[in-house]
């Protein structure tokens, strides 16, 4: 046999084995196939059962598992969001709601995740989400009106709370403005007492050189009335006996003259009285 020969012959052999080995592969894929769907719809079965009888807690065990099998298993999420919202679970809840919502075809399980969502939303006073949450909802279920009285209470909720933002931002800016107006008081009250202070220092301050002065002054009477005392008085000159003399005779004759003065003018301011003959 020619060595060509022989190399054909064995691309012909890998060849058969390879087209037998994926056929096998696919065949057996085909056969775990059902057996694997078969385990995630028992199991999601399960779950099914436990949240019946209000067991939420081995029915989320059994929807994990089921999605351990497939995890984009839609029904499974849902329900196990629901069984995690049970637990007052919220927010672990959430993004089984959202998965959902976004691979889903199907229009109602779309909208039947968005309402939960929305109450998720509810449940954490988070009223704006809950709103477009229910809106996106009746989207595509506009029939359904438990979404809308929903829809109507998380709109009252929001307002409510929007309203007492406002009167709280009122509030606050109100004590700001208090705050302010009692600072400025405060501070034009420490301004007025700083120059109350001021001016009672300035006053003290004439008031104590009006002292300095007074005692400036009594200091300076009291020199003078020192000085005066320190001051000789002048002191009468000594008289001779005979100079006494002579000024005592002096002094008695101007007396008599000054005395005889003084009777003519009495004399002649007299009225006479003249005597009548009988």
Avoid: C
């Amino acid at each position: 046999m020619s060595i060509k020969k022989s190399k054909m012959k064995n691309i012909i052999i890998i060849l058969f084995l390879i087209i037998t080995i994926t056929g096998f592969s696919q065949e057996k894929d085909k056969k775990d196939k059902p057996k694997v769907e078969q385990a995630e719809k028992q199991l999601f079965r399960i779950g099914n059962d436990f949240y019946k009888q209000q067991n939420y807690v081995d029915a989320e065990v059994h929807y994990r598992k089921s999605l351990q099998q497939n995890s984009n298993y839609e029904k499974a999420n849902y329900n196990l969001g629901n069984a995690i919202y049970q637990q007052n679970r919220f927010k672990e809840a959430l993004p089984m709601y959202e998965l959902v919502s976004k691979i889903t075809e199907n229009k109602l399980t779309k909208a039947e995740s968005f309402h939960n969502i929305g109450n998720t939303m509810m449940k954490e006073k988070q009223y704006e989400k809950a709103v477009e949450a229910f809106k996106n909802s009746l989207r595509n279920n506009s029939k359904d009106d438990e979404t809308r009285y929903n829809l109507a209470l998380a709109q009252k909720l929001l307002k409510k709370k929007q309203d007492q933002n406002k009167d709280n931002n009122k509030d606050k800016n109100k004590d700001n403005n208090k705050d302010k107006n009692k600072d400025k008081k405060d501070k034009d009250k420490k301004d007025k007492n700083d120059k109350k202070d001021q001016n009672k220092d300035k006053d003290k301050d004439k008031e104590g050189d009006k002292k300095d002065e007074n005692k400036d002054k009594k200091k300076d009477d009291k020199g003078d009335k020192d000085k005066k005392k320190q001051e000789p008085k002048p002191q009468q000159p000594k008289l001779s006996p005979q100079q006494i003399k002579q000024l005592l005779e002096a002094m008695n004759k101007e007396e008599n003259k000054t005395q005889k003065k003084v009777n003519a003018k009495k004399a002649k301011g007299k009225k006479i009285k003249q005597e009548k003959d009988w």
